[in-house]
C-alpha cells in the first residue's frame, strides 16, 4: 500500500510538471507568434521593432528586455532574436529557470529596396 501511494505522488509531481513545462512553452509559441505577425506587418526601424518586441513580451507576461532582442534587416526579410529566462515551479518547493530561445525570420510585407537596412 505505501508503495503504491508513492508512485501514486511520483506520478501526480511528473504530470504537474509536465503541465507546467508544456504551458510556459505553449505561451512563448503563442509570443513567438505574435513577434511573427507584428515583424511581417510592415517595414519599421530596428527600435520601432525592439519596443514592438518589448510590448508584446509585457502583455504575454515574458522576461525580455530591450537589451536581450537582436534585429537584422535585409531587403525583404527581417530577423528578431533573443533569449529569456522564466522560472518554472516544477514542485511546490522547487523552481528552475528554464530557458527560451525567440528567433522569427519573417518577411516583410510592402518592402522596398530603398528602404532596406541590410547589416
Not at 513567438?32 to 507584428?38: E, K, L, P, Q, T
Not at 514592438?52 to 513580451?57: F, I, N, P, Q, Y
Request: charged fraction near 25%.
Amino acid at each position: 500500500m505505501i508503495r503504491f501511494a508513492v508512485r501514486f505522488a511520483f506520478a501526480v509531481f511528473l504530470a504537474n510538471a509536465a503541465y507546467r513545462i508544456g504551458s510556459e512553452y505553449l505561451a512563448h509559441l503563442r509570443f513567438r507568434d505574435a513577434v511573427r505577425d507584428a515583424v511581417s506587418a510592415a517595414r519599421k526601424s530596428d527600435d520601432e521593432l525592439r519596443r514592438a518586441v518589448v510590448t508584446l513580451a509585457e502583455q504575454h507576461d515574458v522576461p525580455l528586455a530591450a537589451t536581450d532582442v537582436a534585429i537584422r534587416q535585409s531587403s525583404h526579410q527581417v530577423l528578431v532574436e533573443g533569449s529569456y529566462r522564466k522560472a518554472i515551479d516544477l514542485l511546490p518547493v522547487y523552481s528552475y529557470p528554464w530557458r527560451f530561445e525567440l528567433s522569427v525570420e519573417a518577411d516583410v510585407l510592402g518592402a522596398s529596396p530603398e528602404v532596406s537596412r541590410a547589416r
